[in-house]
């Protein structure tokens, strides 16, 4: 570990990677949708060997007391040691809990789900979504990965039926109806090491990045979310850089959602 | 947006409903030195939101596996007491409570030579006694001066604020309608003398310009703030006869 940070920092001096990309390069990315038959709506996402499952499901419950006409967004992430050989079984860790974290807020801050025509009754029943996230294989960026699988999961999820005497979810009948969606936020994620930036960290550069930047993004270049995290600092200017390209890597990645 | 209990206007003839201006800082006072177990120890209050903190350490690792042969181990834990919200708070951690232990670590940890004490921990406590928004930028200012307290060597003081957008507007240090009933919230960190950043969250809905000009307002106001810690670990070590020539000078 103690030669990998002056490698990579030394590559990236000369604008360089590990693999091959450019600073400002994504890996390769691929997207499946509705994988999961069960679910109501799935994606997978690869970003190069980074992979992740995304899954809603919906259910029927009480609103918040403070939103008595919206729906519910319930975002949970699963670090489960079959992703990499660092995670360890239990309860979600501080790592886990700020990936959900981050992912949720760029969802929820912008409305990218009209809450509100999630409501069946106000004060008395709306539906709750929830979207879980498994990382399957962590080589890095499972912020972006997440993100782009969750507007995907979301962008092609289906409500169940509801029979409304019976105060029952139907699982297994799976309406036509789609989840009222308004806009698209994607996270772009970068890092920082010994004072070079670059985009989409793998594991290893993320073992030895200083800091890390997530930036979420909407089609008409605002943006919804930020988090700032590692050790290491950032500058102004850095920071109002790398907002203008995750603006313009936005767009590269809003193509995937089809 | 639906939201029960929102006020119609959060900003009344130009001015926000505590009668700030938009780019005033709530009341800010700051001492240090408050928990006599401690190490190092502060307490903030910060408008209507009050946060203790307690540094103790270096110390030895518990449990031993994280101790690092090369640094300190830092660890960072933000609590909220339970009567310190409008509605109880369950006391324990909570999943909001995790996420902001771990970024204000990553805020402060950027100010300390870790690496000056390697194979032992350095434990920062912090419980947000009474909450009024500004919750994490309260923490991080009282950590930072309870750090400096507890003469931990550190690179700068950890300064910390929060900007957001309210009706449109663009305002400094929100407090509780504005966080609850705003558009956009953007804490921050940073260590002053090198103006490096330490913390930046968003959540809302901004432009490019608009989070440019929220990083200013906050940087300006960082300012402020360092120089309110630093008063509060002078007001702690200074010595009857500092004061005395202070007062001297001061004639």
Known sequence: MKTLKPYLSALLGKQMREDNRGVYDYRDIQVEVNPVARANGSARVRIGATEVLVGVKMNVDKPFPDTPDEGVLIVNAELSPLANAEYEPGPPGPAAIELARVVDRGIRESHAIDFEKLCIRPKEKVWVVFLDIYPINDDGNLFDAASLAAMIALKHAVLPKYDEKADQVLYKELTKEKLPMRVQPLLTTFAKINGSTFIDPTKREEKAMDARLSVATLEDGQISAMQKGGTGTFTQKEILDLIELAIEKGKELRKLLK | ?251
């Open chain 2, 1 to 251: 947006m639906s939201k029960v209990g929102a006020p119609d206007k959060l900003i009344v003839n130009g001015k926000r409903l505590d009668g700030r201006k938009f780019d005033e800082m709530r009341e800010l006072t700051i001492k240090a030195g408050i928990i006599p177990n401690a190490d190092g120890s502060a307490q903030v209050d910060l408008g209507g939101t009050r946060a203790i903190a307690a540094v103790y350490g270096p110390r030895e690792v518990f449990p031993r596996h994280l101790s690092d042969p090369d640094k300190a181990y830092l660890n960072c834990i933000y609590t909220m007491v339970s009567f310190s919200t409008p509605d109880r708070a369950r006391p324990g951690p909570s999943r909001r409570s995790v996420e902001i232990s771990k970024v204000v670590k990553d805020a402060l940890a950027p100010a300390i030579f870790l690496e000056k004490y390697p194979k032992t921990a350095i434990d920062v406590y912090i419980e947000i006694i009474n909450a009024n928004a500004g919750t994490r930028t309260a923490a991080i200012i009282a950590a930072a001066v309870a750090l400096a307290d507890a003469g931990i060597e550190m690179r700068d003081l950890v300064s910390s604020i929060a900007a957001g957008k309210v009706d449109g507007e663009l305002l400094l240090d929100l407090f509780e309608p504005e966080d609850n009933f705003g558009d956009a919230d953007m804490p921050f960190a940073m260590m002053p003398r090198t103006k490096e950043i330490t913390l930046l969250q968003m959540d809302g809905e901004l432009t490019k310009d608009e989070i440019a000009e929220l990083l200013k307002m906050n940087m300006k106001a960082c300012e402020k703030i360092y120089e309110a810690q630093k008063v509060a670990l002078k007001e702690k070590f200074a010595t009857e006869k500092d004061l005395a020539q202070e007062e001297g000078e001061s004639q």
